[in-house]
Each structure stands twice: as structure tokens, then as C-alpha cells.
């Protein structure tokens, strides 16, 4: 696991996040689908369900076994300076050229979006109204923002949101 100062073991708690899952689809009845952004993209693409529909939002390392059978979206953007748009098309090529294990892999690319305009405008602009004072002080520490930065220059979540659906 990661955050945003550094990675991190799990250490000796023993629950992982497919635990998490299997907790909450533990007597669940009824299709199941995954989606996941950035980092969260890599239990979206590896939680074992074969068949189970996935999506993956700014953020995609390739396909794995669990994704077998599955219908897959990838949705990325050239404007995301985390993940960007041409090192995911580069993972999706190689994935599309390496595996007929996937159903399908449907790709929606932008230019201009960035890494967290994919997300909620209310959560985004809670983040930033929160963060903004720290913003500066970041940038000169050189610490990674995550697109923190350009969001709250063009809080454009709500727009990336009609644009998508």
C-alpha cells in the first residue's frame, strides 16, 4: 500500500484489501462489477472473480488472470501528470497484444483532464479548500500533489463527469 508520503508494509494486522472485499461480498446475491481509481485500480484488475465487469479510472499496470472473461474499461487522460494518458495507452496496447483471456478492453482516452478530475467535484473541492494553504509550501518541497495543484485551478470534475456518462 501507498500513501501520500511513502510505501508502506501492511505489517501484521493480516486484512488486505481483498479481505475488505470478501467481507463485503460475503452472501451478496446478484452481479458484482468492479471499479477503481489510480492505486485502487490494482485491486479492481486483480480481485478473483472471473467474468466480474471492471473499470479502471487513471490509473492501469495490465491485465491479470482475475480479469479473465471480464469486460474491461480503461479510462485515462493525457492531462494526469500521476498516471498519465500515454503510459496507460502503452499498457493497454500491451495487454491487448498479450492475452485473449479478457472479453473485451474499451478505452476511453481525454486530453485535458487530470488525475483527480475523475473524482466526486464535492469531495475534490473539499480536498482542495482544505489543502490550498499547504499547496505553496508543497510546491517549493517539491512533494508530490497529485494533481491537487491543477485541480484547484480548474476544478473541472463536474465537466470530466458529463463528458464520461
Not at 501484521?12 to 458484482?32: F, K, M, Q, T, Y
Not at 464535492?122 to 494553504?133: H, I, K, Q, R
Amino acid at each position: 500500500p501507498e500513501s501520500l508520503s511513502a510505501s508502506y508494509e501492511v505489517g501484521d494486522s493480516g486484512l488486505e484489501r481483498v479481505d475488505i472485499v470478501n467481507a463485503i461480498l460475503d452472501g451478496h446475491v446478484g452481479p458484482v462489477g468492479f471499479l477503481g481509481h489510480s492505486l485502487g485500480t490494482g485491486l479492481t484488475l486483480s480481485y478473483p472473480l472471473a467474468g466480474a465487469p471492471r473499470c479502471a479510472v487513471a490509473g492501469f499496470r495490465g491485465v491479470t488472470e482475475a480479469c479473465e472473461e471480464s469486460a474491461l474499461l480503461v479510462v485515462a487522460s493525457d492531462g494526469d501528470s500521476v498516471c498519465p494518458g500515454k503510459f496507460i495507452r502503452e499498457r493497454v496496447e500491451e495487454a491487448e497484444k498479450a492475452t485473449s483471456r479478457v472479453a473485451s478492453i474499451e478505452k476511453l482516452f481525454f486530453e485535458h483532464y487530470n488525475h483527480i478530475s475523475f473524482l466526486s467535484s464535492s469531495t475534490n473541492d473539499a480536498m482542495v479548500e482544505f489543502l490550498s494553504p499547504l499547496l505553496p509550501l508543497a510546491k517549493t518541497l517539491k512533494v508530490p500533489l497529485l494533481d491537487f495543484d491543477k485541480y484547484a485551478e480548474v476544478r473541472d470534475s463536474d465537466a470530466c463527469q458529463e463528458e464520461i456518462v
